[in-house]
């Protein structure tokens, strides 16, 4: 009896010296929440800063799409592309996947946006800036071009608009550079970025995951050869349709998404 009496305050002391050492390495690993969101909230604020005030950005990316079948199977999609840009108003962003070969030109005027696989483009007046583009795209188009919102000039206000919760995670390497790691959430998704940590703030990863679907899927953005001093020929964002394309209705260009008709999508903030 004496025996089974003392076993149980050693137990009871063990389990609360292990609690206390979890939470200590919690704290250190972790820090407290607030410091947490203060620190997440200060460097996407150095980041968007930093990329709005570039006039010419060149880069490629990698897409990943993951899509939930009816039979609950996740499916992932990829792409790749190039993006160009020149402040305020001119674009030209490509994107080669399984399913479509997609060319986007913006001159300030008009976009059009060319299916190079199926020799077909569309046009549209949208005069105005880059910003401009996006929100009609997504507003009135329903067009959704996640990622959008890290090169806008505005890009910490429309990040941070319906967020719950930030917090700093650490570090992790992208393409062998090292990036503070941030993670956020709102009702609807959970999303995280990887900035580059030194005097070149920019976005190596994104990846959006969405609460709103069964099985949550993601999006994921990875940012690659990154670059401000491009020099842009005077015919750069002009548009020269292909021999023999058609021109159709940008509705009529159906199959120049990153997942195939008739997949439900998911993961897009």
Partial sequence: ??????????????????????????????????????????????????????????????????????????????????????????ARVSRLGGYADVEMVFDGKTLTVLGKNLNKYAQMDSAGSIDQLVARLRNELGIAIPGADIILSRAYDELMADVLEAKHIGRGVIDGVECDHLAFRDNDVDWQIWIEVGNRPIPRKYVITSKAVTGAPQYTLRIKDWKTDVPIAADTFAFKPPANSQKVEISALADFDEVPQGVTQGGKK
Wanted: net charge negative; aromatic share 6%; charged share 20%.
């Fill in 1 to 90: 009896m004496r025996l089974s009496s003392f076993s149980r305050p050693r137990a009871s002391a063990t389990s609360w010296c292990l609690a206390a050492i979890v939470l200590i390495l919690t704290m250190l690993l972790f820090g407290a929440p607030s410091a947490q969101a203060q620190d997440a909230d200060k460097i996407l604020k150095a980041m968007t800063d930093y990329v709005a005030s570039q006039n010419v950005i060149s880069a490629t990316y990698d897409t990943d799409i993951e899509v939930i079948t009816d039979d609950l199977q996740k499916i992932q999609f990829a792409s790749s592309g190039q993006m160009l840009l020149s402040r305020p108003d001119k």
